[in-house]
């Protein structure tokens, strides 16, 4: 594997595609700058923010390189449910997809972004606080629709790092 390519928008993608070059050693591109450092078809790790279930910058890293896996990264809590939607709308059936809780944050947030999750964050706040038998994760949603949040963690990223590690294993193997 060459490198991990990131597009982000209000940085958690960026700092999860950090973790895991931290941990990995991989060379670290956004989508934007690897164009210049990796490869046309060379073998990537994509990571890509998530907006209306559609993986930003994925479509675009799929037609340049050869994606060994896709992390989704979005505000969502995780659920397997919520992945299979992720791989079923964005069309992917060429590598793993994991999907990682990244956070929200109204103020970095720019142009017609900003307006749509300010409209949709009022709506779900307005909701979830008229829900009687509210769940945690319900609970959790409200919070970060109204005070912002970040998950971005070592620990989100432990299914990632265990396929990175079976896959590097997997490719010594064969050679």
Known sequence: MTAILYISNTGYTRKYASLLAEQTGLALYS??????HVGRGEDVLFLGWMCA???????KAAKHYRLLAVCAVGMAVPSE??????????????????????????ERLRGIYRLMM?????????????KQDRTPEDDMMLEMMLHGGDFVSLENLTPVLQWYEAEKHRTTQQT
């Open 81 to 106: 449910k919520y992945l299979q939607d992720i791989v079923h709308s964005n069309h992917i059936t060429q590598c793993p997809v994991f999907y990682l809780q990244g956070g929200f944050a109204m």
């Open 53 to 59: 279930n559609s993986i930003k910058g994925y479509k």
């Open 118 to 130: 300010k409209n949709m964050a009022k709506t779900v706040s307005t909701k979830l606080q008229e």
């Open 31 to 36: 989508l934007q700058e690897a164009a210049r």
